[in-house]
Each structure stands twice: as structure tokens, then as C-alpha cells.
Nanobody, 121 residues
Framework: QVQLVESGGGLVQPGGSLRLSCVAS????????MGWYRQAPGKQRELVAT???????NDAASVKGRFTISRDNAKNTVYLQMNSLKPEDTAVYYC???????????????WGQGTQVTVSS
């Protein structure tokens, strides 16, 4: 059973920083793309950033220059460094990954449970 567990959310003032982490565990043979998505109240879930196993990244326009996605393949972990946070960044942030499990032949997509980020003074 594969699990994604996020951590690092919380309450921060505008202009502040937070670092989110997401660890994948279970019978993992390989992880392809990992990413972060967010969902604000009353809005659809949206892409924040993704990173391939080779380190290529894709960022949403709204976070370019403020957020940085990175990963540690040896630890099956993806990070999101969030700087210059704004109230409109308030949302539940979800980790996502395409994972190939041992004994299987196709990738499966997994989601974490989400971590709340609130930006407010």
C-alpha cells in the first residue's frame, strides 16, 4: 500500500515563508513525476508545481519566482519552498505522485491527505 504524507503547513503572515514536505512510502519501485496542487475554499483544485524524476520543473504562473519545488529521490520526498506568501495562497496543499509499485506493470497516481496553509495577519 503506497501512502503520501504531507507536513509543514500552518499559519504564516503575509510575506512569510513555509516549507512543505511529502514522503512517499510503501512498496515503491519507481516514482516518476511528483507535484503539489492546492484547493482554496469554493475553488477547484489547481496545479502549483511539478517535478520529474530527472529534476525538470513546471510552475504555475501565480507562484513563479516565489515557490520552488525540489525532490530527494533517495528519500522518496518532494518539497515545496514557499516564499513571499500572499493571502491568496491560502489553501489546502496536496501532494501527488505517479508511482510504479513492485509486482505491477503500470504507473498509478496517488494523492496525499492535504495540509492546510493559511496566510493571514
Amino acid at each position: 500500500q503506497v501512502q503520501l504524507v504531507e507536513s509543514g503547513g500552518g499559519l504564516v503572515q503575509p510575506g512569510g515563508s513555509l516549507r512543505l514536505s511529502c514522503v512517499a512510502s510503501g512498496s515503491i519501485r519507481r516514482i516518476n513525476t511528483m507535484g503539489w496542487y492546492r484547493q482554496a475554499p469554493g475553488k477547484q483544485r489547481e496545479l502549483v508545481a511539478t517535478i520529474t524524476s530527472g529534476g525538470s520543473t513546471n510552475d504555475a504562473a501565480s507562484v513563479k519566482g516565489r515557490f520552488t519545488i525540489s525532490r530527494d529521490n533517495a528519500k522518496n520526498t518532494v518539497y515545496l519552498q514557499m516564499n513571499s506568501l500572499k493571502p491568496e495562497d491560502t489553501a489546502v496543499y496536496y501532494c501527488n505522485a505517479d508511482i510504479l509499485e513492485y509486482g505491477k506493470f503500470t504507473l498509478a497516481n496517488y494523492w496525499g491527505q492535504g495540509t492546510q496553509v493559511t496566510v493571514s495577519s
